[in-house]
């Protein structure tokens, strides 16, 4: 299973290196054991990742960004690109957020080009999709997914295991509502029959009290975490659990 800590717009440097530490300390305590069959990413702001990589250096735990430019390089204002990542030893990105889609012009097909051009720097790739509200009350929710994830199959034709789409319905999104567990395990299973990718991860509210209910629906194969891995305790939490299934 894959855990991933997406911090948005929270933690500058500082706060960054002293979660790192807090979440090492925590799983010193634990014993490694404990979480063992679980990847665990964390995701900064761009400023961030450098104190997350050098405090989290050894430990297993990856440190992602919150998106990657297609490009080498040239004249795009407010990006970063794939060789900047990867010299500041950061492991994968995400892309296609539906906060990137809502406040940002993000599109399918932009999502798709920084998906496959990440995973062919060498880096790992956490592609987000979801229905809105509006779009799940009109019955569009297939629809959106099979366009959503049909433009990464056409960038990305061999998904690799180094790709792992997240389901995130945008309605679930920092809002403390949850799909139920059956609403996530129809969409992974239907994302899967669509693009065989190995890892479908959940993401949409999260939290330690909800974890074991939807990490255990079949095609669930982690999650991406918003809210509750801000903190060290929940996040942890949510780690355990999903160490516990696999284990189970
Ligand atoms: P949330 O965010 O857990 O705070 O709902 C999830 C996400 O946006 O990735």
């Keep these: 299973m894959l855990i991933a800590g997406n911090w948005k717009m929270h933690k500058g440097p500082g706060e960054t290196a002293g979660f790192c530490a807090g979440l090492l300390e925590r799983i010193g305590e634990l014993g490694a054991d404990e979480l063992a069959g679980v990847d665990i990413v ?8 450098h104190a997350a990589v050098e405090e989290l250096e050894e430990s297993g735990i990856r440190v992602y960004a919150q998106n990657v430019h297609w490009a080498e390089e040239g004249a795009f204002t407010g990006e970063v690109s794939r060789s900047m990542l990867i010299a500041s030893g950061v492991a994968g990105a995400i892309v296609g957020h539906s906060e990137r889609r809502l406040y940002f012009g993000e599109a399918d097909d932009t999502a798709a080009l920084r998906a496959a051009a990440a995973l ?8 987000c999709v979801g229905e809105t509200l509006e779009e799940r009350e009109h019955d569009e929710t297939e ?5 959503q994830v049909g433009a990464l199959a056409e960038a990305i034709p061999e998904p690799t295991p180094a790709l792992a789409v997240a389901y995130e319905p945008v309605w679930a999104i920092g809002t403390g509502k949850t799909a139920t567990p059956e609403m996530a395990h129809e969409a992974h299973a239907l994302i899967k029959s669509i693009y065989p990718v190995e890892r479908v991860l959940y993401g949409g509210s999260v ?3 909800n974890a074991e209910e939807l990490l255990s629906q079949d095609d669930v194969d982690g999650a991406l975490v918003g809210g509750a891995s801000l903190e060290v305790d929940s996040f942890t939490a949510i780690c355990e659990t999903a160490a516990r299934l696999t284990r189970s």
């Design 120 to 127: 062919e720097a060498g880096l790992d790739v956490i592609a």
């Design 143 to 147: 629809d959106v997914l099979r366009h």
């Design 207 to 209: 939290k330690p009290e």
């Design 42 to 49: 964390v995701a900064p702001a761009f400023v961030s990742l």
